[in-house]
């Protein structure tokens, strides 16, 4: 079955750039039909989506972050990633990947095991 | 930005016991809504899509209902290991989640 890993830094200084990779098994991203995503849980609150990418590189992204998110996809290496610029200490969580069949309604139906990023000088 | 409110924010309930949790979006969504159970520590785990669909495996205790702007999770019976925090999300345009709510046994 598919499966996400997401894997990156755990530590990133306030104003740099946070950069997380997410790698899926047991499934092609260029097979179509699925929307990747990412989405962060900051420490002891709820969910935030952060957007999503489709296999052909088109992207959308929350408002709310759109303009330091950058989201692309390397089908080659069946995996997806996140960069997100000028962080501070708010963006301290935890990041997960995420699965959304694109056709059918069905939200995100699979997710990786999430990741801590903390930021901190 | 359509936002999506859920209440109770916390409630206890005991073994058994009928639990409803409500979700309401600020604009309507037709059924663009799912709801997530997530265990203390563990990843979210989707329960139900589509509004009122279970996603497979998910108990049957657990149903929802709803469209437009109100919907409903609700669980039959409550069990021990229901316990935990529930999360809406809409899914049409912007991807937005509820604000939680958490559930403990009485």
Known sequence: QVQLQESGPGLVKPSQTLSLTCTVSG???SSGGYYWSWIRQHPGKGLEWIGYIYYSGSTYYNPSLKSRVTISVDTSKNQFSLKLSSVTAADTAVYYCAREP???????????QGTMVTVSS | DIQMTQSPSSLSASVGDRVTITCRASQGISNYLAWYQQKPGKVPKLLIYAASTLQSGVPSRFSGSGSGTDFTLTISSLQPEDVATYYCQKYNSARTFGQGTKLEIK
């Open chain 1, 27 to 29: 499934g092609s991203i």
């Open chain 1, 102 to 112: 694109a056709l059918g309604g069905r939200a995100f139906d699979i997710w990786g």
